[in-house]
């Protein structure tokens, strides 16, 4: 099995099977330190997609009214309203006069983070689906095919991030699909398109990662120590996400799991227990007769 | 009993809002769907049994359990889909890496071979081929039994997912304590001395599963505890060991008075199935809450990635 439940994985594209000559894996690198919260990723992936509304809603949660992903909810943008932590004022060496007062903190700074199906190395909603509905495109990225889910709803669980979700009004599991039809006609997704600060970039994955990189260090050197890179590696719980973010504070306070490890990385101990368990079957019956077969002798 | 709440760990969320999604299962489509398909697994190993053992009422009670269990669990599983005209879409392809697949490709066969027992065994026809697909019916149950386990543990539900080693265990034991009920209620008592063994066999497997799953994992077993879920499986609990009292006592009046051993018989055939279903539904909402609880996904997690970096 190697590589194919979990841990690094090069090319998954070629793993479920495309012939050598497929295009390079495509993601998303979504830089929160440039999100202005506009919303119109949002707006733009509504509207290609034909997403139905999912509720005018009123949370109470900053400007997020949206909530979460979900069947009609592709893009989230997360508004994240944090105390800034106090950092000590500056003495200008004037001793007569002193350091100004400060305030207990330094004022309130906005999180602002366009959230997205990560298109995971392995995906676990495409492993547990029982019809093949959900499939790996020659892209690389994880599709549901409306024509053949069947509802059953095992890729709602079985998704870390809480992506995928079945919508009510049609019993299907949709997501994401990272413009599959704008893709093969090399167009980049609609979010992407729409974003105006290139918040959303586009484009082969090995080149994304590079830019997110320098992108890092560009913000570290001028003293934003706390941007940080997730998803982007290769060698974490799920191979690496086809969409992965920087972001400016940890993953959970934008509502992301913080070490997700996709769970067929624990399907064969699961399988070899269940096996286990059924002969354990087997062998109660066969004691529950034998033990009669004793007592009946007496 | 007392309730195991443990004092809530420090943790960060997005404004408390759950990271998973809860399963898109509906309740009781679901825990009945695994109750009925352990039943069903169980009752066709028994009925093989007593049909090698010379059993005829046994078998016949277990054969018709087994059919009956498994067509009801299929029922439940069609209502459940989001779009249940597409059912047939389960057996479009083979996927090892998809429990629900493997198991409607356990589901499928079993289901015939067990209805053809059934058949054969009330019509008198084809009496060879219909035993040797009630052996096989048998041998298939065994995994019936389990496979249910994989299909919630191979989730990132934390509840689940981390009791991926125990829960096929308190699935096993769980589907022979249910099966041995169901035929406590069905067959002749004269005929129920190895379903007293198996009720006590298959409670003593559930019993030492749970306690693990409860004891063992740290965070993600509390709400397998406390809660709604706790409630459910404390009950399964009393009414498990309920069962096998009943049914020890019933195993010694029925040798002198026939309708006292019937009583108790069913009595504890009762308890034992509504012990079953308590279980499930217990499983069933351990889940959810987990699911539920953002610090079930951030504090275990979190946890892990400071453990890595020492």
Redesign the interface.
Known sequence: MGNR?SGPLADPSADAGYPADHPPRMGFFTDTSVCIGCKACEVACKEWNLVPEDGLNL?G?SYDNT??L?ASTWRHV?F?EQRIPEKAPVDLGMPTVGAPAQNDDAGIRWLMSSDVCKHCTHA?CL???????LFRTEFGTVVVQDD???????C????????????ES????HKCTLCYDRLGEGMEPACAKACPTDSIQFGPLDDLRERAAARVGELHESGVTEARLYGESPDDGVGGDGAFFLLLD?P?????????IV??H??P???R??????????A??????A???L??RK | MSQREEPTPEFRSYYGRPILKEPAWRVPDVPLYLFLGGTAGASASTAALADLTGRPGLARAGRIAAIGCATASVGALIHDLGRPQRFLNMLRVIKPTSPLSVGSWILAPFSTLAGAAMVSDLTGLLRGPGRAAGLASGVVGTAMCTYTAVLLADTAIPSWHDAHRELPFLFAGSAMASAAGALMIAAPVAEQAPVRNLAAIGGAVELAAAHRVETGLGLVGEPYSIGKSGRLLRAGRALTAAGIGLSVAGGLVSRRSRGLGRAAAVLSGTALVAAGLCTRFGVYEAGVASARDPKYVVVPQRERVSSRMQ
């Open positions: 439940l949370l949660q909530g979460e979900g997360a994240v676990a492993d547990v689906c029982p019809t093949g509905a053949v889910c069947n509802g059953c709803g095992y709602v669980p079985a998704c870390p991030y809480g992506v995928i979700a079945r919508r049609d019993g299907g599991a940890e959970e306070v934008y509502g992301l799991p913080p070490d997700p769970t067929t624990d399907l101990s699961m399988w227990h269940a096996a286990a368990a059924a002969l354990s079957v087997g109660g019956v066969a004691l529950a007769f033990g009669a077969a007592g009946r």
